[in-house]
């Protein structure tokens, strides 16, 4: 399972469907990845292997083959998402994008036998679609329909593909945090198990570079740049997804109270957009202010909603108008440990939240602010 970074950018698609109440959407890279597949399946492998039909016919049988392809991607999230959520780790949404998908994961499992079984889940998962289109590929065989078994023969064999993929011990594939959850158990170190597990996926990544390279060498431009892509993408997750680690550690233990910001600046909810603009956030350079009024907070106003006000209109529109109404959802209390926070702000997809004391704004926290302290604490106290 790759987990989506709380710090990286939000991935940007189009929301399809909700399965057990997670949000499934396709980034649009994922278009990318469709089109190819589409066009490799229609135009290469079904003509190349089941030759004598129609054009069209090909078109269909790579059409039901590709959505069969990431029908089969979203199962092997799910597996993993699912698992997840019965051992208590939150999990709201799944995207499809250019190089499989992601799942947006709040926190690290807490234990290692947790971690076992939601990344094993996936590749099993995998096994047991390729078994299942193997056995309709059978099915259909019996009735000399040629073309029909060729694309569950396919589905058969890229799931096979994939799941032994993800069963390569690199982080951040399935192998890896497999890798990982028996070196954490072994050790008793989350941190020592996500760093070596990072460093053979990195290993990994190079080594598919250094084959893709071999392969625009001798003449496959295409699959060697793909496999390029790849490398470096998973170099890049397993990077980020140590360093994850290591944010997540960080702020273990450590209460909200001993790093939030006491001295909050506040906006009144009458003022105009153009002075809230002018006076506040051209000024302080936040990214957003809480609104308050005789002393109680209303509401939060960010710079995302001021870009959706009109020019023309900021002079005649209020702060009042364009905030986001204040609830539990933006606060969160003092004793409250950092990494609770920042898991916090990733489920509720909120930047910063409020520190409250019985109705009463004692502070703020934000995600600059956890960032900050983790980068100071990295340098000041050596890694485990």
Do not use: C
Request: hydrophobic fraction near 50%; proline fraction near 4%.
């Amino acid at each position: 399972m790759k987990d989506e970074n709380p710090e990286a950018t939000k991935l940007r698609g189009i929301n399809l469907l909700k399965i057990a109440g997670i949000q499934i959407s396709f980034d649009y890279s994922w278009l990318i990845v469709f089109a190819l597949v589409l066009f490799a399946m229609s135009a290469g492998y079904f003509p190349r292997y089941y030759p004598g039909h129609f054009v069209l016919t090909y078109w269909l049988a790579g059409a039901i083959a590709t959505l069969f392809f990431f029908a089969s991607v979203v199962i092997h999230e799910l597996a993993h998402s699912l698992v997840a959520i019965r051992s208590g780790i939150q999990i709201s949404e799944i995207t499809l994008f250019i190089f499989g998908g992601v799942s947006k994961i709040a926190e690290e499992p807490q234990d290692p036998v947790t971690e076992l079984k939601v990344a094993i889940v996936g590749p099993l998962s995998s096994f047991a679609l390729a078994a299942l289109f193997g056995v309709v590929k059978g099915f259909f065989g019996g009735f000399n329909l040629p073309l029909t078994t060729g694309i569950f023969n396919y589905l058969a064999w890229i799931n096979l593909a994939l799941g032994i993929f993800n069963l390569i011990p690199g982080f951040p594939l399935d192998g890896g945090r497999v890798f990982r959850a028996l070196y954490w158990w072994k050790t008793g170190s989350l941190t020592r198990a996500t760093r070596l597990a990072a460093d053979l996926g990195k290993g990994f990544a190079v080594a598919l570079m250094v084959l893709g390279g071999l392969q625009i060498f001798l003449g496959d431009l295409v699959g060697g740049l793909w496999f390029i892509f790849i490398g470096m993408f998973l170099r890049g997750m397993s990077q980020r997804g140590y360093e994850e680690v290591i944010i997540r550690k960080s702020l273990e233990g450590v209460p909200v109270r001993e790093v939030m910001v006491q001295e909050v600046v506040s906006v009144p909810p009458d003022l105009t957009v153009t002075q809230l603009v002018h006076d506040y956030f051209l000024h302080y350079t936040y990214g957003g202010f809480p609104v308050m009024t005789d002393g109680r907070v209303v509401g939060v106003v960010s710079i995302s909603r001021v870009r959706q006000v009109p020019r023309q209109e900021q002079d005649l529109r209020k702060v009042a108008e364009i905030m986001e109404p204040f609830n539990e959802e933006q606060a969160i209390s003092e004793e409250v440990s950092l990494a609770d926070a920042l898991k916090k702000m990733t489920q509720e997809d909120q930047d910063r939240l409020l520190v409250m004391h019985e109705g009463r704004m004692l502070g703020l926290i934000t995600k600059n602010t956890l960032l900050r302290f983790v980068q100071m604490k990295r340098i000041l106290e050596p890694e485990e």
